[in-house]
């Protein structure tokens, strides 16, 4: 079994920046993938960070950063410049989905 853990969350008004961090309870594997689900709306892909490079959707290109602590089996998402938009429960997942945390809630005011 493992756990992910997500913290970071908050209220932030528009063009602000939070930092999300999920922790992993385990060492090793892939790093896991950030996903974000808003009102009403189906969870979608954020970003993933792999060996070969980062990858984000083109929504959060160019503001948001995936990076990985691996003394701390912890993957962050910094988001700069935040949007109305952006707001949304986080989530990390691993696993090819076998895994998710229970998500972490980010709420941008206009």
């Known amino acids: 079994q493992v756990r992910l853990e997500e913290s970071g969350g908050g209220l932030v008004q528009a063009g602000g920046s939070l930092r999300l961090a999920c922790t992993v309870s385990?060492?090793?594997?892939?790093?896991p993938d950030w996903y974000r689900q808003a009102p009403g709306k189906q969870r979608e892909w954020v970003a993933t960070?792999?060996?070969?490079?980062?990858y984000y959707s083109g929504s959060v290109q160019g503001r948001f950063t995936i990076s990985f602590d691996s003394a701390k089996n912890t993957v962050y998402l910094q988001m700069n410049d935040l949007k109305f938009d952006d707001t949304a429960v986080y989530y990390c997942?691993?696993?090819?989905?076998?895994?998710w945390g229970q998500g972490t809630q980010v709420t941008v005011s206009s």
């Open positions: 997942m691993t696993d090819n989905g076998m895994y």
């Open positions: 960070l792999t060996s070969a490079g980062a």
């Open positions: 385990r060492s090793g594997g892939n790093v």
